[in-house]
T-cell receptor
């Protein structure tokens, strides 16, 4: 099955700086890579996703890059704000639509 | 956007009892629903995939006789934890994806189960 690894496990950044989270996957058949933000006790919320026919996608302060050859993808958050503090999960799926999640990254934005 | 609800949001029960959790897609028809379990400070672990009108498929290590899943309509799936024990205490989250097969999953708000 798919194995998704995520780094770092924790990330502390100064407000206004950028945050980068990296994930690798094992299954070359994976073709969908979403990123979720989860606040304590709440549901995971989809913040951005990318499919395997695209190398980069951007939505305001959030961007995701995908390197299919190397089987890794990254989340970039620019101009971080305190409300960006949360746990972020990467995930991967193939044609069976089952998501395999990374272990999560706890992001803390210091004011 | 697509809205998924879950009920109840919290439940406390005695060991040995059964608990039913409902997952509903409110504004779209969900061909497929997924059930996850999340322990504190851990990631989401897929338990089973539920397709409307057919039997659920369970991930390795998940007991199908303990975690009963029913997906009777395109907007409702239920998870019943039978004979619950303290080690079943966890955050249970469902997700739903739209008709016709799609990879985007929308998550419910989760159910916090505490078994005494």
């Amino acid at each position: 099955g798919e194995n998704v690894e995520q780094h770092p496990s924790t990330l502390s950044v100064q407000e206004g700086d950028s945050a980068v989270i990296k994930c690798t996957y094992s299954d070359s058949a994976s073709n969908y890579f979403p990123w979720y933000k989860q606040e304590l006790g709440k549901r995971p919320q989809l913040i951005i996703d990318i499919r395997s026919n695209v190398g980069e996608k951007k939505d305001q302060r959030i961007a995701v890059t995908l390197n299919k050859t190397a089987k890794h993808f990254s989340l970039h958050i620019t101009e971080t704000q305190p409300e960006d503090s949360a746990v972020y999960f990467c995930a991967a799926s193939s044609n069976d639509y089952k998501l395999s999640f990374g272990a999560g990254t706890t992001v803390t934005v210091r004011a | 956007g697509a809205v998924v609800s879950q009920h109840p949001s919290r439940v406390i029960c005695k060991s040995g009892t059964s608990v039913k959790i409902e997952c509903r897609s409110l504004d779209f028809q969900a061909t497929t629903m997924f059930w996850y379990r999340q322990f504190p400070k851990q990631s989401l672990m897929l338990m089973a995939t539920s397709n409307e009108g057919s039997k659920a498929t369970y991930e390795q290590g998940v007991e199908k006789d303990k975690f009963l899943i029913n997906h009777a309509s395109l907007t409702l799936s239920t998870l019943t934890v039978t004979s619950a024990h303290p080690e079943d205490s966890s955050f249970y989250i469902c997700s739903a994806s739209g008709s016709g097969g799609t990879d985007t999953q929308y998550f419910g708000p989760g159910t916090r189960l505490t078994v005494l």
